[in-house]
C-alpha cells in the first residue's frame, strides 16, 4: 500500500484508498421483533473521508455529531431499509469466521454516521474505519485491495495503469474496464447532446434577434427619417443601433450567467450531493460573447437603415 500512496502523491490528480473486504453478522441494537433479527453483509474497512472522495456520486444522509467511545460507520441504504436503521443508530457486527476458519466470537458495536445511497452493490455493504474492520476480523495490518481513481482521457489512463504495473510487478492491478468505458461513452453522448442542443438554440436565439432588431427598426422608421433629415449618415444610425443591440446582449449575458449558475449548483446538490463552484473569469467571456453574437444578428436588420428615405417617411408614405 505505501508504494501505491507514493505513487498517487507523484501523479497529479489521483487518489488511493486502501480498501479491507470481510462478511459480518449484522445486528440492529435494540433488536426488534418484528424486524430480521440479523443480515450478513459485506462489511468494507477503509479510509472512510477517502472513500467519499473518490466517489462524490453517492448520496449521504446527514452526518451525525458524536464524540464517544463507539466507532463511526456508514450503512447502505438497502440494510438501513430493513432493519429499520438510521444515522444515530447503533448496530453489532460480528464476523462469521475467524483467521483459522473457526466460528468467530468477537464482535464489535459501532455507532451509525450517515446512510449511503449509491444506486450500486454498495447499498448492502457497511462501512467502518479500516483499522476497527482489521481488529474485528483478525487480520491486522492486512488489505484486500487498494482502489485507486484516475482522473484524465483514456489513454493517460492507460500509461498510468503500465506504470503502477511496473512500478508493483507482484501485484495485479485490473482497471474496471467495463466502468470506465460506459463512463467514457455515456459522457460522449451527454456531450453530444449538449453541444447540439446549444447549436440548436443559438440557431433560434440568432433569428428572434434578427426579428426584434427588423421590428425595431421598422418601428422607428420615422425618426431614422428626423435623424437623416438633419444631417445623420447611414453609418451613424446603424452605430446608434448596434450599440443598442450589444447593450442587450450584455444584458442578457449576464442575466443567464447568474441564473444558470444558481440553476446548475441546485440541479448538482440535488442530483449528486456535491457543490459546484462558480468560475468568475467566464463572466466577460461569457458576455463577450453574447455582444458578438447580438451584433451578428443585428447587421442584417440594421443593414435597412440605408432603405429609409427622409422625405417619403416624413410625409407619411
Known amino acids: 500500500m505505501s508504494t501505491v ?5 507523484k501523479r497529479q490528480g489521483v487518489m488511493a484508498v486502501p480498501v479491507l473486504y470481510g462478511v459480518v453478522r449484522l445486528k440492529r441494537i435494540p433488536s426488534d421483533p418484528r424486524l430480521p433479527e ?11 473521508a477517502g472513500i467519499s472522495r473518490m466517489n462524490p456520486s453517492w448520496r449521504q444522509s446527514k452526518a451525525m455529531d458524536y464524540s464517544g467511545p463507539l ?9 438501513a ?6 444515522s444515530g443508530d447503533t448496530i453489532y457486527l460480528e464476523p462469521l469466521t475467524s483467521p483459522s476458519g473457526g466460528r468467530a466470537e468477537a464482535g464489535a458495536t459501532c455507532r451509525v454516521s450517515s446512510v449511503l445511497t449509491t444506486g ?13 474492520l482489521q481488529r474485528l476480523m483478525g487480520m491486522t ?8 481513481r484516475l482522473d484524465g482521457e483514456r489513454d493517460e489512463i492507460e500509461r498510468s495503469i503500465g506504470d503502477l504495473s511496473r512500478a508493483l510487478p507482484g501485484v495485479d492491478v485490473r482497471p474496471i474496464r467495463q466502468i470506465v468505458y460506459s463512463e467514457g461513452k455515456v459522457l460522449d453522448v451527454i456531450r453530444w447532446f449538449l453541444l447540439s442542443v446549444t447549436g440548436l438554440i443559438l440557431v433560434i436565439i440568432v433569428i428572434c434577434l434578427m426579428a ?11 425618426d431614422i427619417g428626423v435623424m437623416k433629415a438633419l444631417g445623420a449618415s447611414d453609418l451613424e444610425v446603424m452605430r446608434l443601433f448596434l450599440a443598442e443591440g450589444a447593450a ?7 442575466t443567464g450567467f447568474f441564473v444558470g449558475s444558481f440553476l446548475a449548483q441546485g440541479l448538482a446538490l440535488r442530483l449528486f450531493g456535491v457543490s459546484l463552484n462558480v468560475i468568475w473569469w467566464t463572466l466577460p467571456l461569457v458576455c463577450g460573447l453574447t455582444v458578438l453574437l447580438t451584433l451578428g444578428a443585428s447587421a442584417f436588420p440594421v443593414r435597412l437603415v440605408r432603405a429609409i428615405q427622409p422625405a417619403v417617411v416624413l410625409k407619411g408614405e
Open 248 to 254: 442587450f446582449g450584455m444584458v442578457g449575458g449576464c
Open 38 to 48: 440479523f443480515e450478513h453483509v459485506v462489511a468494507v474497512g477503509t479510509d472512510m
Open 5 to 9: 500512496q507514493e505513487f498517487a502523491r
Open 141 to 148: 495490518g492486512k488489505i484486500s485491495l487498494a482502489q485507486l
Open 120 to 132: 450500486s452493490s454498495e447499498d448492502d455493504q457497511v462501512f467502518l474505519p479500516l483499522e476497527e
Open 81 to 86: 431499509s430493513r432493519l429499520r436503521v438510521s
Open 212 to 222: 426584434t432588431m427588423t421590428a425595431i427598426v421598422l418601428a422607428r422608421r420615422k
Open 71 to 79: 466507532p463511526l460507520c456508514a450503512i447502505g441504504a438497502h440494510i
